[in-house]
């Protein structure tokens, strides 16, 4: 198993920046990919970023240029650089862990606003 814990949520002005963090323990030795999903108000669930081990990068495009993903691997932990927020953009964030592409394992989610 492997337990997710997310950190970094919350209110920001439209154009602000945040940083969400989440921290991967137990037996995060067989996880390859981390990443973030969200789901905003009345959608579904969509992908926002994903990076390997090795440093390979996946990001939806509407995040693409705004948003930065990146990952300690010794200290077990991926980390989302969100700048330029859009009030789209409001939605409760989820980390998520895998062998592959596909997540495996999901945090609780933190919330993230963008509001004036």
């Known amino acids: 198993q492997v337990q997710l814990l997310e950190s970094g949520g919350g209110l920001v002005q439209p154009g602000g920046s945040l940083r969400l963090s989440c921290v991967a323990s137990?037996?995060?030795?067989?996880?390859?990919?981390l990443g973030w999903y969200r789901q905003g108000p009345g959608k579904e669930r969509e992908l926002v970023a994903q990076?390997?081990?090795?440093?390979?990068?996946n990001y939806a495009d509407s995040v693409k240029d705004r948003f930065t993903i990146s990952r300690d691997n010794a200290k077990n932990t991926v980390y989302l650089q969100m700048n330029s927020l859009k009030p789209e953009d409001t939605a409760v964030y989820y980390c998520?862990?895998?062998?592959?592409?596909?997540?495996?394992?999901w945090g609780q989610g933190t919330q993230v606003t963008v509001s004036s």
């Open positions: 137990g037996s995060s030795v067989s996880i390859n990919a």
């Open positions: 998520n862990a895998g062998r592959t592409w596909s997540p495996d394992y």
């Open positions: 990076i390997t081990r090795a440093g390979s990068t």
